[in-house]
Structure formats: structure tokens, C-alpha cells
């Protein structure tokens, strides 16, 4: 049976997209985002999932980072999924928030709720945990006067009450989330696609002026549409940069082995992280 890894523990938002794109398969729990893309590297695992990109907070730097500057592994399928962050306390607290003295939760997650945190927990410390399962974990072991920042999910597997519902800031709140495994065909997704991108990263040469119109310009005259273009630090000094860019249209071999010769003409250099369908999710 093809094993898929995913960011845990019990109660996470991963585990509830894993859940909803895959049936039946063995599922297992890692602690961190780097120990489940390292268990597909070493083929522990067939398939891993990690969160990408939510829709408030934005990328998940640790994963970019991770796949990019340590272990690269193709993106072979993308996950949205809506989320509704609650705030959860031990079953048999009756107090007002006020009494509440600590929240836990990953940074994510703080991060979607920042404005509600600010309103009504401002006395409160932040604790910040790997994932927002493993905040659930915390309160139901202690016990005490403090909070999780989670989901449904972790208040039903750690027994957790939901003392206050839908706490994030914007509404339309969703992640992606990438499905990475070394062989597609282990990758078996059943349901119905949203379309297809293709996630590129790109390196510049120097920097010089126009230097990142050039490389747009390759794609705009191909009328390639982007739906996502995000520099990171190089990790080599201030002011060194590479692009990560999303194209709306799966890999195909005229148009990007013509948008690579181009912009390798000008010196940069181009690397697919992965060409693969998205699925949008209803919980
Ligand atoms: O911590 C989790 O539950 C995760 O899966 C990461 C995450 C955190 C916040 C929103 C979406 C995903």
C-alpha cells in the first residue's frame, strides 16, 4: 500500500487535506515539514504532503525554502483547502477569555488571526508550535487556562471545546498544499481537477536594470498567464534574489523549452519544480 507522510499530528489542517484528496491509504504523521519531505527523499514514504501557500498569511517559507535550498522533490499535485481556524480550550474550562494566559498554535495560524488575538487576547503569550494539531495536543495535556488555534478535527481527536468559532481575520481563507512523491503514478487523486500550472524557479545573473522585465517579457509575449511570482533571498548576501513562478498551464515541449533557451540566453537559469493538476476542496 502507497504510504503518504504529512504534517501532524493527529488534528492538523494537512491531515484534513489529506483526508479529503486521498482514501484508504496509510497515512502517517511527521513532526515537521522538513522530516516529511526528507521520509520522500529516502523513500520511507512514497507520498508526502506539506502546506505551501495560504490565502492570508502567504507561502509557507519553510517548505519553499526546504525544497528549493535542501531536497528538491517534484510538486506533483496541488491541494486548496478551505480553512476555518477556532479557538479551542479544554472541555472543562468555563472562564472568559480574559483568563485565557497563553495561545498556542503554528505560526500560520497565529498569523490568520492576528486582528482577533490583538481585540480579545491581548494579555495572552503566543506559543508557537510545529503545527496547529500539535497546539490541540499541548492543551489537552495541561489542561490549564489556555487556548489552541485549530480546527474541527483536533477538537474531536484531542477532546478539545470550541470556545469561539471562525476566528481568522478575512474570510475566503484557503491553503495550498503540495503533494510531493518521487514516481507519478503513485499520486492517485480521486476527484475531479481544477486545471494544471507549472511552478518554475529562476535565477538571475546580476542585477541590472530591466533585468526582471526581460524575464517577464518571455512569457508575456507567449501569452503564458502567472499566477504567482515571489522572490526569496539567494541565502548568499543582501540583495540576491530568486524568482519562484507559477504558469497557468501544464509543462508542454514548445512554449517553456522556448521561455528557457530565451532566458538562459540572458543568463539565468530556469528549473521546473513541477508541472501537476490542482484540486479544489470541499470539506
Ligand atoms: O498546522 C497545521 O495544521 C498545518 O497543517 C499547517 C497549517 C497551518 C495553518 C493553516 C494551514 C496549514
Known sequence: MVKIGYLGPRGTFTKLAVDTAFNGEDKLAFNTIPECIDAVNNEEIEIGVVPLENAIEGTVQLTVDYLVH????????????PIEQHLLVSPDFNGSLSELAEVHSHSHAIAQCHQYLHKHLPEAAINFTSSTGKAAEVV???????????????AAEYGLKIYQ??????????TRFAVLAKQREDVRIKHEQ??????????????????????????????????KIESRPMKTGLG?????VDVNQPYDAVLFPGVKAELEALGCNVTVL??????QMKL
Open 274 to 279: 513541477g508541472t501537476y493538476p490542482v484540486y
Open 194 to 227: 481544477d486545471g494544471e500550472k507549472t511552478t518554475l524557479l529562476i535565477t538571475l545573473p546580476s542585477d541590472y536594470a530591466g533585468a526582471l522585465h526581460q524575464v517577464l517579457s518571455a512569457f508575456s509575449w507567449r501569452k503564458m498567464n502567472l499566477s
Open 240 to 244: 540576491n534574489y530568486f524568482f519562484i
Open 140 to 154: 489537552s495535556k495541561t489542561g490549564k487556562k489556555i487556548a489552541a488555534i485549530g480546527n474541527k478535527l483536533a
Open 165 to 174: 468559532e471562525n476566528i481568522h481575520d478575512y474570510p475566503n481563507n484557503h
Open 70 to 81: 535542501q531536497v528538491r522533490l517534484p510538486i506533483i499535485a496541488e491541494i486548496v483547502v
